[in-house]
Each structure stands twice: as C-alpha cells, then as structure tokens.
C-alpha cells in the first residue's frame, strides 16, 4: 500500500528519522509531485528551529525556572499573610469602633409621649377632671421629649411651689 | 562477612536506581514527583522538552532572540499549574499548546506578527551560498507562512511534523476529534506547499 494518503501519514515519521520510506512508497514519492511537495514541506518543518532548540541550555533554563517557581511560592505566601493581616486588622477596628459607639438611640415622636404615659404622679391623683385642666393650661407646654428625670423634677417642684 | 559486602552491593544498587530514577520515570510519574517537592523531577522535565519548545516556538513565529524568554516564561506557567496537566495528552504536547498561547498573546500586544529580519533567520551549514540563500528564503517563507496559519492549523501541523504525534493525542491535546485535526493538518500543508514552491 502506497497511496498518497499512506504516504502522507508516515512522512512525519520518515522525517523524524523513526522510520524510512520502503522501496514501494519511494517509487510512489518519485513519481507523484503533489507527495513530493508535501514531502518537502514536511522535512524543512520538521527542521524548522531544531538548531535553535537544541541550543538552549537545559541546565540553566531549569535553574532559573527553580529560583522563579520558589520566589512565586514566597511571594504567595507573603500576599497571603498580608491579606490575612488586613483582615485581622479590619475586624480589630472594625469591634473597636462598635463596641465605643455612643448609645443613641433615635425615638419616634409617638414614642416619647407613648412612654411618658406610665409615669404616675400621685399628686394629681386627687383632683377633680376641672382642676386637672386648670392645671394644664398652666403649663405653657409639654416637657421636651428628651428631658430629663431631673429636669422633669424641677418642673413639678416649681409648679407645686 | 558475606552478608556484609552482599547488604554494601544492595545499597550501592539502591543508591543508583534513586539516582538514576528521573531518566527512566515516565513524565507523568515526574510530575508527582515534582508535585511532592523533588526539584530533580521538574530538572528532568526541563532538559527532555526544552529543545522541542524552543524549535516550537520558533517555528511559530517567536524572533529568535526571543524564543529562551518565551521558553522560560512557557515552563513557568506550566509548572505554576501542573494540576491542570490531566494527562489526556503527553506533557509534550500540554506544554507546546501552553507556548502556543502566549505566542499569540504576544502577537495579539504587537497587534501581528512581526516581520522577521534577515539577520534573524536560522543560516543552515552549507558550502554553497547561492544555495544557501535559497534555502534560508524558503525556510523564512515557510516559517511566516507557517505563523501566518489559523491556531489550530497551525499547532496541529506542528506537533505532527516536528513531533510526529498522532492524531488521537493531538485531538485530546486541543480538544478536537482526530477527524477534524487530520483537516487542520492538510489545510495547513495544502497552503504551505503554495509556499515552498
């Protein structure tokens, strides 16, 4: 068997030197120029560049591989010791700054006069629904919702004289 | 006594089958070991493939002085990951098609390939110059035209006529069939022929 598709398949081969043509496919190559051509196409690439690969220093090309496949390993591990780091890092400021935070909380307006409800004052228990309003009107207006016990205390002591 | 010089010849035979065990390890057994710390394993590694990537990369259009920085740079990508070598194709062939890539990574930055000076080409051993020069004018034709064909055609062509490997491994190299990369390869003959006659 010697056709152009055969031959065509063993010419890799036969250029690497594995292998060599048999007398049957070299009269085939002879007489067929479109293998020829293939052929010659095959053996100058299979050339192509030998000189240059066979100059390169197996030796040094490794040693210098070695150095940059360790000083990638180093550096790895520094980018990873450092994103750690900043990570501990932020979480430390990150508990600082929640544990310090001023304890304000925001109050809905309904809520300060919902929670100034309970607040008893025995002192205006005894009074009649008309004294009561007396009373309120002269109070010029509602205590601000963040005053204070004390301030409340120095409100009533004055209205009680 | 005996038992002495007897146990002295079996470590002595230890000793060199260690030593010689990197030439004779298969590439994939190389990179376990490699894997496992051996710095000898990739040393081997290096010194069975360097030549063919360097002829690679240059075949494929890399300037000559170029081609030791490509070869670096291909084998250093390469070790970073070797897990990603499954074995579906020979080590070889992985590490060309990793060169491939940065071939056209590097062509794709120049925006196309560069036209290589006459100072640049390989200057084959010959008497005669007028030969010589025909040759080196063919040879230059053929390596343009060979950096000039489509990926796939071109790497197929090349790892079959410079490595001669099979079609089933260069198909499980590049993902493909080994139909569809017996295409590629006499597309790209058909049109290197145009270039060498």
């Keep these: 068997?010697?056709?152009?598709?055969?031959?065509?398949?063993?010419?890799?081969?036969?250029?690497?030197?594995?292998?060599?043509?048999?007398?049957?496919e070299s009269q085939h190559l002879s007489g067929c120029p479109s293998c020829r051509e293939e052929w010659d196409v095959v053996?100058?690439?299979?050339?192509?560049?030998?000189?240059?690969?066979?100059?390169?220093?197996?030796g040094s090309t490794s040693k210098t591989l070695l150095d940059r496949l360790a000083e990638a390993r180093v550096e790895r591990l520094r980018r990873r010791t450092w994103s750690f780091a900043g990570l501990a890092a932020a979480a430390a400021i990150a508990a600082v700054v929640w544990t310090q935070r001023p304890v304000t909380r925001s109050m809905h307006p309904d809520a300060a006069i919902v929670a100034g409800l309970?607040?008893?004052?025995?002192?205006?228990?005894?009074?009649?629904?008309?004294?009561?309003?007396?009373?309120?009107?002269?109070?010029?207006?509602?205590?601000?919702?963040?005053?204070?016990l004390d301030e409340l205390e120095g409100f009533l002591d004055s209205w009680e004289g | 006594m005996r038992g002495r010089s007897r146990l002295l010849v079996r470590m002595s035979a230890s000793i060199t089958?260690?030593?010689?065990?990197?030439?004779?390890?298969?590439?994939?057994?190389?990179?376990?070991?490699?894997?496992?710390?051996?710095?000898?394993?990739?040393?081997?590694?290096?010194?069975?493939?360097?030549?063919?990537?360097?002829?690679?990369?240059?075949?494929a259009g890399a300037d000559r002085d170029e081609v030791e920085d490509l070869v670096q740079e291909t084998l250093f990508r390469a070790f970073r990951r070797l897990e990603s070598w499954q074995g579906r194709g020979s080590f070889r062939s992985w590490i060309l098609t990793i060169g491939?890539?940065?071939?056209?990574?590097?062509?794709?930055r120049r925006k196309g390939r560069q036209v290589v000076s006459i100072d640049q080409r390989e200057i084959?051993?010959?008497?005669?110059?007028?030969?010589?020069?025909?040759?080196?004018?063919?040879?230059?034709?053929?390596?343009?035209?060979?950096?000039a064909l489509p990926r796939l055609q071109r790497e197929v062509f090349l790892l079959r006529a410079q490595q001669g490997t099979e079609y089933e491994e260069i198909a499980r190299t590049l993902g493909t069939t080994p139909g569809a990369a017996r295409v590629h390869y006499h597309h790209a003959v058909k049109r290197l022929k145009e270039l060498v006659r």
């Design chain 2, 124 to 147: 084959p051993d010959r008497a005669d110059p007028h030969a010589d020069l025909a040759a080196r004018d063919t040879e230059e034709r053929l390596r343009q035209g060979i950096a």
């Design chain 1, 118 to 148: 309970p607040m008893t004052l025995p002192e205006l228990d005894g009074l009649q629904p008309a004294e009561l309003d007396s009373v309120l009107q002269t109070m010029d207006e509602p205590a601000p919702a963040d005053s204070t």
């Design chain 2, 17 to 59: 089958t260690q030593s010689a065990a990197p030439a004779a390890s298969t590439d994939e057994a190389l990179v376990s070991a490699y894997g496992r710390g051996e710095e000898r394993a990739a040393a081997e590694l290096v010194r069975r493939h360097v030549a063919a990537l360097g002829q690679f990369l240059y075949s």
């Design chain 1, 43 to 58: 053996q100058r690439s299979s050339r192509l560049g030998r000189v240059i690969g066979l100059g390169l220093e197996a």
């Design chain 2, 100 to 108: 491939s890539n940065l071939l056209r990574d590097q062509f794709r």
């Design chain 1, 1 to 24: 068997m010697s056709g152009c598709q055969w031959l065509s398949d063993r010419m890799p081969a036969v250029a690497l030197g594995a292998t060599k043509w048999t007398p049957d």
